[in-house]
T-cell receptor
Framework: AQKITQTQPGMFVQEKEAVTLDCTYD???????LFWYKQPSSGEMIFLIY??????QNATEGRYSLNFQKARKSANLVISASQLGDSAMYFC????????????FGQGTELSVKP | NAGVTQTPKFRVLKTGQSMTLLCAQD?????MYWYRQDPGMGLRLIHY???????AKGEVPDGYNVSRLKKQNFLLGLESAAPSQTSVYFC????????????FGQGTRLTVV
């Protein structure tokens, strides 16, 4: 069975510093995608970044990068130069391609950025 | 750009009442999903659809039914609401089965008293 684990219920980071949010996954299927979503206090789900299982390079989107270590089955999110607006809940998710594209989510990490 | 629209945004039900949540997407996506979000548990998949006329069970399907009569709409029904179904419900859609991101609606906050 597929599973996503986020072991950090809450994190604090100083404004302008970098922070890493941990995510490990479990699947025996070779074809999958890994996603990070942000959920601010307003409640909407905002897509941040995607990494395919066959992608050779780590994905980057602006200040977000995904540290993909396939052998360790980890997909950590790195946010550089944190901003106050980054304070939110962050969810790691996985989709196995031959299972209808359904996203399996971790429990989330609540990030608080301190001024 | 409307994207994914959920109706209603808020609802309070009495135990035993029924209701339908509507999800509409205007992106011509094949895949649609219903999730529920409870504190400390992330999002859990209730039901999903891989195309018009198809539905499949997710992780927590009990007490819910769904229909996908039109490609753009995915309905979630509660036949006899229970307090355990108090949650925030999210609908999502995606173009492909895993290679692209899912787009989410704004959520429906349902309280069953």
């Amino acid at each position: 069975a597929q599973k996503i684990t986020q072991t950090q219920p809450g994190m604090f980071v100083q404004e302008k510093e970098a922070v890493t949010l941990d995510c490990t996954y479990d699947t025996s299927d070779p074809s999958y995608g890994l996603f990070w979503y942000k959920q601010p206090s307003s409640g909407e789900m905002i897509f941040l970044i995607y990494q395919g299982s066959y992608d050779q390079q780590n994905a980057t989107e602006g200040r977000y990068s995904l540290n993909f270590q396939k052998a360790r089955k980890s997909a950590n999110l790195v946010i550089s130069a944190s901003q106050l607006g980054d304070s939110a809940m962050y969810f790691c998710a996985m989709s196995v391609y031959n299972q209808g594209g359904k996203l399996i989510f971790g429990q989330g990490t609540e990030l608080s950025v301190k001024p | 750009n409307a994207g994914v629209t959920q109706t209603p945004k808020f609802r309070v039900l009495k135990t035993g009442q029924s209701m339908t949540l509507l999800c509409a997407q205007d992106m011509n996506h094949e895949y649609m999903y219903w999730y529920r979000q409870d504190p400390g548990m992330g999002l859990r998949l209730i039901h999903y659809s891989v195309g018009e006329g198809t539905t499949a069970k997710g992780e927590v399907p009990d007490g819910y039914n769904v229909s996908r009569l039109k490609k753009q709409n995915f309905l979630l029904g509660l036949e006899s609401a229970a307090p355990s179904q108090t949650s925030v419900y999210f609908c999502a859609s995606s173009y492909s089965r895993g290679g692209t991101e899912a787009f989410f609606g704004q959520g429906t906050r349902l309280t069953v008293v």
